[in-house]
């Protein structure tokens, strides 16, 4: 009699389960070589291909590096930072807000969020209870890859249904498979996944929040800011420096002619043939006449000249800021009239505009973050929590002076109130001095009510005819 042993759905996977995570695993290799090839340009460690007509076998080594993916996507980056999260509907910091995103850091962890989905065209954000074994806890939010990490995701409810993060444990194979009540990590084994822990949080959503940049209708994952016209002009760049590279090393010594000269001048005192370099650097600038008494005619070739290609870098360079939405500055490209201030700021305007689009975007995957925060930290989802707003900093390069000029002016006319959150903020005060500025406003305006209190006493005590207390006490110590 043979019995049958039915599989524990706690230890093992569904049949469903199995399906979800190897379609999640296929979707995220195939993706992969998309990824490394946007990371390899980011980091440039690009190979380029040469046509192999102009560089020697003894050049095929060499290798040239520009940088200037890396460069668009840094000066895009650096406008995104991020000030604090708050309420909408409250001028201040929420302390429940900041209990969840300074235990995690994210301040600086939503700078590698960021990062991550302008070089690969998403990032994703995961949030879970946290470990460190107390009740008040709390949740832990980390910001993963998009080489480790998948989602699937419903447009419609803009909504994630499962999500695959594979990492590695002790050496194997690992992976953690995301659904909307449960949370199960896997490690392969000879005979398939094995089920090694599964956390019923019931939360009905599953807890990954993806940062898509470049959405389309039709492509809700994100396209990079690495373009293929990015990679085209680069690699066409890198090529143009190669060649230069190879014009040095060919043509950096002016080439010569010597006609009429003798065998021996190109050979040492015991007859012997001189290489080329000493036959250059010696005997050329001293030859003696020939038979006839004639004296070899030397001649030059034109010098080579670098600027051949400097200029098709500079044509490249233009090209590139145009693609890449950057003053043609940032990429080394000037001209000989330096420009001015106004100028320098007109040309980043275009700039300036993309940073805000990104804020807008990624705005809300971050709200959707501390909504989960704070439905694994309370258990339910309270009405405020809808109005959940990033603050960012400026992403413009105004001065100091252009803003305080610009809130004066607000004041004055009764735009807004001197004493605003708002005014302080257009000024360019970051969150950390906008609250100490408070603070002192509030300290200022209670030194004030207690001098005018006190003065308000001492005016009715001198109207009933009875001195100050400051003047009792002084009459009692001239009568004693």
Not at 407 to 427: F, G, N, R, Y
């Amino acid at each position: 009699m043979t019995l049958s042993i039915p599989d524990l759905p706690l230890l093992t996977l569904s049949d469903d389960e199995r399906l979800l995570l190897d379609a999640l695993r296929a979707e995220l290799m195939a993706d992969r070589f998309r990824l490394e090839l946007r990371d390899c340009y980011y980091n440039g460690e690009q190979l380029v291909r040469d046509l192999g007509i102009s560089i020697p076998p003894q050049l095929r080594g060499l290798h040239t590096v520009i940088g200037w993916p890396q460069i668009g996507v840094d000066a895009l980056e650096q406008r995104l930072d991020i000030e604090t999260w708050r309420y909408k509907d409250t001028p201040d910091t929420s302390d429940e807000l900041a209990d969840i995103w300074e235990p995690n850091e994210l301040i600086s962890e939503s700078q590698l969020a960021h990062l991550d989905a302008l070089v690969y065209g998403r990032s994703y954000v995961a949030v879970g209870s946290g470990d460190c074994g107390s009740d008040d806890c709390p949740p832990l939010v980390t910001v993963e890859s998009p080489l480790d990490m998948t989602i699937f995701y419903d447009a419609r409810s803009r909504a994630t249904t499962a999500a695959l993060r594979v990492y590695k444990l002790d050496g194997d194979d690992a992976a953690a498979l995301y659904l909307p009540d449960s949370t199960v990590h896997v490690i392969a084994t000879n005979t398939g996944w094995e089920v090694i822990d599964r956390d019923e949080h019931e939360l009905g959503v599953v807890p990954v929040v993806r940062i898509s940049n470049r959405q389309r209708t039709a492509d809700r994952v994100g396209r990079s800011e690495i373009t293929p016209a990015v990679m085209s002009v680069t690699d066409a760049a890198c090529r143009t420096l190669m060649g230069m590279e190879v014009a040095r090393e060919f043509y950096g010594a002016p080439q010569r002619y010597i006609l009429g000269a003798s065998e021996s001048a190109f050979q040492d005192a015991e007859g012997n043939p001189l290489s080329a370099w000493e036959t250059y650097l010696g005997r050329v600038l001293a030859l003696e006449r020939d038979e006839d008494g004639e004296v070899p005619t030397i001649g030059q070739f034109a010098a080579y000249d670098p600027s051949v290609y400097t200029r098709i870098v500079d044509l490249y360079a233009r090209i590139m800021a145009t693609q890449l939405g950057l003053p043609p500055h940032y990429l080394g490209y000037t001209t000989d009239n330096p420009a001015s201030a106004d100028a320098i700021r007109s040309t980043e305007a275009q700039l300036v505009k993309r940073a805000e689009r990104k804020q807008a975007l990624f705005n809300t995957p971050w709200s959707q973050v501390f909504r989960l925060a704070l439905l694994i930290k309370t258990g339910d989802l309270p009405d405020r929590a809808r109005r959940i707003e990033t603050v960012w900093r400026n992403p413009a390069t105004p001065t100091v002076a252009s803003q305080t000029d610009a809130a004066t002016k607000l004041v004055q006319s009764q735009i807004l109130p001197a004493d605003s959150d708002v005014t302080l903020e257009m000024v360019g005060l970051t969150e950390g001095q906008r609250q100490r500025v408070q603070a002192d406003r509030r300290r200022s305006q209670g030194r004030q009510m207690l001098t005018d209190l006190g003065n308000q006493l001492a005016a009715e005590r001198a109207a009933r005819g009875r001195p100050a207390p400051e003047a009792q006490g002084d009459a009692a110590d001239q009568g004693g």
